[in-house]
């Protein structure tokens, strides 16, 4: 075979191997970049619906609710909220809590995160949201003092309705993960991307009457 022949074939081949491998580089960044963006967009989402039910806690529209939180957890929280504002003061039960249910997304660690309202006199189910958007934690840590460190958190379950008053702060943390993996090369196992969001609240109807 000619050896000019032969050189030219191998250094195709190299070039057309650099291609292939840059093409699928890009594919992959461009994957990640796709499911990055997908994955904080859905948890900016569950953060807004949150921070609404969190911040409203205790609120009723000629005071506070008695008593305010009902259960506090470390993956549950129950707590009274005339949450839809409505004139004639109703309370509302609001539950949340990262149920042990898969999701079944293709991604074995994610959970459904479910919001729950009840009447608070009958108990009776106003309407139930489970959140299927990969939740992968959801912790809850309650503080009993405003500018405690979060590391001073109360132990969980926080039970006795003494206790329940102490609560002035929590501090949530949410993770959510890609449905999807990314790859670095083929022979790779690949990762889920994720997202996790904390945040410290300090329900203005939890704050100490003086």
Do not use: C
Request: charged content about 20%.
């Amino acid at each position: 075979m000619n050896l000019g022949l032969m050189t030219s074939y191998i250094i195709g081949g190299i070039l057309l191997i650099g291609i292939l491998a840059m093409n699928m580089s890009l594919s992959n960044s461009s994957t990640e970049l796709t499911l990055t963006q997908t994955t904080r967009e859905k948890a900016k989402g569950v953060q807004e619906f949150i921070t609404h039910d969190i911040q409203k806690m205790g609120y009723n529209r000629e005071g506070k609710t008695n008593p305010i939180l009902v259960e506090a957890d470390s993956y549950k929280i129950i707590f009274r909220s005339n949450i839809d504002n409505s004139t004639d003061n109703s309370v509302e039960l609001i539950t949340w809590e990262f149920t042990s249910t898969l999701v079944g997304n293709g991604n074995p660690n994610a959970y459904v995160l479910k919001r729950t309202v009840r009447d608070a006199d009958t108990k009776n189910i106003i309407s139930e949201t489970p959140i299927r958007l990969g939740v992968t934690n959801f912790n809850i840590k309650y503080l009993d003092e405003y500018g405690e460190p979060v590391s001073n958190h109360m132990s969980t379950p926080v039970v006795g309705s003494d206790l329940l008053d102490d609560i002035r702060q929590l501090y949530i943390t949410l993770e959510l993960q890609s449905a999807a993996k990314v790859y670095q090369n083929s022979g790779g196992d690949g990762r889920f991307v994720r997202t996790i969001w904390e945040k410290r609240f300090s329900p203005p109807n939890l704050e100490e009457i003086k």
